[in-house]
């Protein structure tokens, strides 16, 4: 018995590793890491899943902002994180779409202001007014340059959020960034 437990659980481990490399195969091209800094994402302030996949995210623990300041872990009434996510992309690829996934949580009168772009570009400045738990999903597409030589691509993600009113407070949850791409003809 035990040991047909344990060739079941040998060829379940085979299936996976195989499934895992079929899908490295079909995802040539990636997100190589996220480096972080800010205000709102001290070094060691957020948990990176994701490198060296399509998906990346970082899901963030002081990343807020109060007014009053003191009721924020940030001590502040408005704090910024900025984003260096470098993209391989192979020879023979391109990225075809980019889309950014933010969840936030807010109460009262804020604002989440992003803007993504490539080196040597700026982006479309996005804001947002809400409250309650929500999501916003941005395309990245317009800010995006890939052709098809290969090489490192350096998206750049500039976000900063911010408590306007009185007894307001806003907390930047989880950033994901997602992307697809597409051979060359």
Same mark, same amino acid.
């Given at each position: 018995m035990k040991k047909s437990i344990a060739v079941a659980l040998a060829a379940a481990s085979i299936v996976v590793l195989v499934e895992v490399e079929a899908m490295a195969k079909k995802a040539p091209v990636y997100f190589k890491s996220m480096q972080f800094a800010g205000t709102g994402c001290k070094l060691d302030s957020g948990t990176v899943t994701g490198k060296h996949t399509s998906t990346i995210a970082i899901r963030f623990d002081k990343y807020n902002a109060a007014n009053p300041s =003191? !009721? !924020?872990? =940030?001590d502040m009434q408005r704090t910024a994180c900025s984003f260096t996510v470098p993209i391989h992309v192979p020879s023979g690829f391109r990225v075809s779409s980019m889309n950014a996934t933010w969840q936030v949580y807010a109460k009262g009168s804020t604002e989440l202001i992003r803007e993504s772009f490539t080196a040597g570009q700026r982006g479309k400045e996005r804001k947002t007014r809400s409250t309650g738990n929500y999501t916003r999903h941005d395309s990245l597409t317009d800010t995006l340059w890939s052709g098809c030589a290969g090489g490192t691509m350096p998206l750049r993600v500039n976000s900063s959020v911010? !408590?306007?009113?009185k007894h307001s407070y806003i907390k930047m949850k989880k950033l +994901? +960034?997602?992307l697809h791409w597409k051979k060359c003809q």
């Amino acid at each position: 018995m035990k040991k047909s437990i344990a060739v079941a659980l040998a060829a379940a481990s085979i299936v996976v590793l195989v499934e895992v490399e079929a899908m490295a195969k079909k995802a040539p091209v990636y997100f190589k890491s996220m480096q972080f800094a800010g205000t709102g994402c001290k070094l060691d302030s957020g948990t990176v899943t994701g490198k060296h996949t399509s998906t990346i995210a970082i899901r963030f623990d002081k990343y807020n902002a109060a007014n009053p300041s =003191s !009721a !924020a872990t =940030s001590d502040m009434q408005r704090t910024a994180c900025s984003f260096t996510v470098p993209i391989h992309v192979p020879s023979g690829f391109r990225v075809s779409s980019m889309n950014a996934t933010w969840q936030v949580y807010a109460k009262g009168s804020t604002e989440l202001i992003r803007e993504s772009f490539t080196a040597g570009q700026r982006g479309k400045e996005r804001k947002t007014r809400s409250t309650g738990n929500y999501t916003r999903h941005d395309s990245l597409t317009d800010t995006l340059w890939s052709g098809c030589a290969g090489g490192t691509m350096p998206l750049r993600v500039n976000s900063s959020v911010r !408590a306007i009113g009185k007894h307001s407070y806003i907390k930047m949850k989880k950033l +994901l +960034l997602h992307l697809h791409w597409k051979k060359c003809q």
